[in-house]
């Protein structure tokens, strides 16, 4: 079946830097794109990014521009998203999701990944 | 990019039916057919409910439907039961080429 599966929470301090990755399967990865949605306690989610399962490009929100990086590895049909400079208000959780590109589709989702960030 | 706007909470009895509204401007809904809901129970990962306005994702109850008129999309439950209760987002794409969410809605089942 059709999943995502991401890697383990973590924790950070202010400044550093995070890297989580989500791990498609049962499908086929280069047909789609996956966004990155975040969503901060008892917030609603906020979409953080997009890139593509095929070329690689990507899209970002202007918010995070300068300090985010998304790459692929078709080889092993994982996403990455590195967030850099991170901020007590980055603390969230993160979701990766299947992107539909020509459609608002995205589905299915990542289980989520905890980034707490704190001095 | 403004958050879309939903109300915090709205309830119902079983078996009543329920409308959630999202609200956007023709930077967003008002432009595009490009309109999403999801549901999420506490703790879990959201699930695609409705995609495209009004397509209900394949094995999602007859139950839940999409509309949009203007800048508001809406969300209509009906036959309300327990396992509805859940927070619901919208999701709306924009004219500059990226995606906005809602604050979302917690839906009590009375």
């Known amino acids: 079946q059709v999943q995502l599966v991401q890697s383990g929470a973590e924790v950070k301090k202010p400044g550093a830097s995070v890297k989580v990755s989500c791990k498609a399967s049962?499908?086929?990865?280069?047909?789609?794109?996956v966004s990155w949605v975040r969503q901060a306690p008892g917030q609603g989610p906020e979409w953080v990014g997009w890139?593509?399962?095929?070329?690689?490009?990507?899209k970002y929100a202007e918010k995070f521009q300068g300090r985010i990086t998304m790459t692929t590895d078709t080889s092993t049909t994982t996403t990455y998203m590195e967030l850099r400079s991170l901020r007590s208000d980055d603390t969230a959780v993160y979701y990766c999701?299947?992107?539909?590109?020509?459609?608002?589709?995205?589905?299915?989702w990542g289980q989520g990944t905890l980034v707490s960030v704190s001095s | 990019q403004s958050a879309l706007t939903q109300p915090a909470s709205v309830s119902g009895s079983p078996g009543q039916s329920i409308t959630i509204s999202c609200t956007g401007t023709?930077?967003?809904?008002?432009?595009?057919?490009?309109v999403s809901w999801y549901q999420q129970h506490p703790g879990k990962a959201p699930k695609l409910m409705i995609y495209?306005?009004?397509h209900r994702l394949s094995g999602v109850s007859a139950r839940f439907s999409g509309s949009k008129s203007g800048n508001t999309a809406s969300l209509t439950i009906s036959g309300l039961q327990a396992e509805d209760e859940a927070d619901y987002f919208c999701?709306?794409?924009?004219?500059?080429?990226?995606?906005?969410f809602g604050g979302g809605t917690k839906v009590t089942v009375l």
């Open positions: 999701a299947r992107d539909y590109e020509e459609s608002s589709k995205f589905d299915p």
């Open positions: 049962g499908y086929t990865f280069s047909s789609y794109g």
């Open positions: 890139i593509s399962g095929h070329s690689g490009s990507t």
């Open positions: 023709s930077s967003d809904i008002g432009t595009y057919n490009y």
């Open positions: 495209d306005v009004s």
């Open positions: 999701k709306s794409y924009t004219n500059t080429n990226t995606w906005v």
